[in-house]
Nanobody
Framework: QVLLVESGGGLVQAGGSLRLSCAAS????????MGWFRQAPGKEREFVAA????????NYADSVKGRFTMSRDNAKNTVYLQMNSLKPEDTAVYYC???????????????WGQGTQVTVSS
């Protein structure tokens, strides 16, 4: 069983930066596609970024493209989300998720973390 724990959230002023971490335990996630999602109050959860299990393919939501960077460190069993030029509309709970091993776009995420709060003040 894989357990995902996010960290790195907090309060930051607009224009600032944060780096979120998602540490996995229990099993390796080096063979799993990973994703970041977020949910703002009163809104549905939305996709932020995803990285393939190989690490060669990374996709971003249009709203964060050019500002956020997702990466993975398989030696640490951890994925990251570097968030720069933060805006108040980035305020949300951020979740990381993992797909089953060696799967891609046609398979849903089946493991989710508990989330970390990111608040961007104007």
């Amino acid at each position: 069983q894989v357990l995902l724990v996010e960290s790195g959230g907090g309060l930051v002023q607009a224009g600032g930066s944060l780096r979120l971490s998602c540490a996995a335990s229990g099993r390796t996630v080096s063979n799993r596609a990973m994703g970041w999602f977020r949910q703002a109050p009163g809104k549905e959860r939305e996709f932020v970024a995803a990285i393939s299990w190989s690490g060669r393919i990374i996709n971003y939501a249009d709203s964060v493209k050019g500002r956020f960077t997702m990466s993975r460190d398989n030696a640490k069993n951890t994925v990251y989300l570097q968030m720069n030029s933060l805006k108040p509309e980035d305020t949300a709970v951020y979740y990381c998720a993992a797909k089953p091993p060696y799967t891609g776009n046609l398979v849903d995420y089946d493991v989710w973390g508990q989330g970390t709060q990111v608040t961007v003040s104007s």
